[in-house]
């Protein structure tokens, strides 16, 4: 199987089963989106969901949470991880929104990065979710599963890597949706230690059984 027809039967069947798609991060406008997506780094959306309805109510815009404080946002996000350093990381974005935005998020990619606490997964998250952009943000969960079916070479050894080469296949009107598929498909089926594999339906596609392959299970 060549790897154009290897996306074309991986990109067919995520269609089929999720022809709709998003994050699952809850918000109600684009700046309490971007205050979910960093509270998220190395955090489960679960987490982030339990604690951003409160955050939410007291902050639901930059110009609330720039008025605040570390100390009092911590108490909203201190079960979260790294919870000081995301602390000043929202004060710090929100006020920098204010001050140079006039309290909205951005869509140019070079300003989204230029806000405290926002790197580019982030930013492409933002630009995708929230604009509708083609650009692919490439956690652990789209690295791990972009490898382990093939969809790019070992030496697509960074996330920046992987990016460049997921956008080179997709075509652009998917690219939003493909994060997504790829990300779910990383925390629900190819898990990172224990991948269920028996109830993968891209088993049959899968790298691992090609004969000779090295390719591990986890």
Known sequence: MTRKERYKEVLAYFEKQMPEVTTELEFGNV???LVAVVLSAQCTDKRINQVTPELFRRYPNAQAMAESDIDEIYE???SVSYPNAKAKHLID???KLVE???GEVPMDMNLLLDLPGVGRKTANVIQAV???RATMAVDTHVYRVSHRLGLVNKTDNTPYKVEQALMKNIPADL?????HWLLLHGRYVCTSQR???AKCELESLCPKNMEGSRLSKK
């Open 76 to 78: 909203y996000i201190k």
């Open 195 to 197: 991948p269920h594999c």
């Open 93 to 95: 974005l929100s006020r």
């Open 130 to 132: 929230a604009f509708g």
């Open 175 to 179: 690219v939003p949706r493909a994060h």
């Open 100 to 102: 140079n935005h006039g």
């Open 31 to 33: 700046f309490q989106l």
